[in-house]
């Protein structure tokens, strides 16, 4: 079975200061792990996403995530906050291989602030 | 390139009726999945469509059903509506072969309120 923790429900930093959203996964087999962000009344917007080779994968925004195997860890980063980074941000993993592609397991989401 | 786009956006029903959410997938895209993402929660995966057949379901019951049609547009139908059923409901589509991890591209949601 798949599953997501993410921790802190709500993470707020000053405009500049560092972004850090944790995620930790379960999963039985190699993971596809994927974040997205998730602004007021939308739908989701992938970030990044990692699925094998380079562990340190940067996406869109400034924002970068690495892979931990050891940790089973995939937490979020971005070196200075932007007033317009604020939304919920959600971590998911996928083990699907095959035809049924695209299949996600997500955590509960984390609601990101930023202050001026 | 059209992306995902879900209707209506927001929807009212009362306890016991029916609903049925719509869903045009991305140009290309011949898979949809649809997720239920009740508020301060994470989206819960309830099915997926491949080439108009059923190809995987979460742990939602028999009154959740869909269909796909052959465009690769697809329906949400929701029998008994139930309180609990009041959430936000994405579409997503994909298309196998994209490489490992295909990206899945999301509407933006129909807001369900059961009262």
């Known amino acids: 079975a798949q599953s997501v923790t993410q921790l802190g429900s709500h993470v707020s930093v000053s405009e500049g200061a560092l972004v850090l959203l944790r995620c930790n996964y379960s999963s039985s087999v190699p993971p596809y792990l994927f974040w997205y962000v998730q602004y007021p009344n939308q739908g989701l917007q992938l970030l990044l996403k990692y699925t094998t080779g380079a562990t340190l994968v940067k996406g869109i925004n400034g924002f970068e995530a690495e892979f931990k195997k050891s940790e089973t860890s995939f937490h979020l980063t971005k070196p200075s906050a932007h007033m317009s980074d604020a939304a919920e941000y959600f971590c998911?993993?996928?083990?699907?291989?095959?035809?049924?592609?695209?299949?996600?397991?997500f955590g509960r989401g984390t609601q990101l602030t930023v202050w001026p | 390139e059209t992306g995902v786009t879900q209707s209506p956006t927001h929807l009212i029903k009362t306890r016991g009726q029916q609903v049925t959410l719509r869903c045009s997938s991305q140009?290309?895209?011949?898979?949809v999945s649809w997720y239920q993402q009740a508020l301060g929660q994470g989206p819960q995966f309830i099915f997926q469509y491949y080439r108009e057949e059923e190809n995987g379901r979460g742990n939602f019951p028999p009154r959740f059903s869909g269909l796909q049609f052959p465009n690769y547009s697809s329906e949400l139908n929701v029998n008994a509506l139930e309180l609990d059923d009041s959430a936000l409901y994405l579409c997503?589509?994909?298309?196998?072969?994209?490489?490992?991890?295909?990206?899945?591209?999301f509407g933006q949601g129909t807001r369900l309120t059961v009262v």
């Open positions: 140009s290309g895209h011949n898979t």
């Open positions: 998911a993993v996928s083990t699907d291989r095959g035809s049924t592609l695209g299949r996600l397991y």
């Open positions: 997503a589509s994909s298309s196998p072969g994209q490489g490992e991890g295909t990206e899945a591209f």
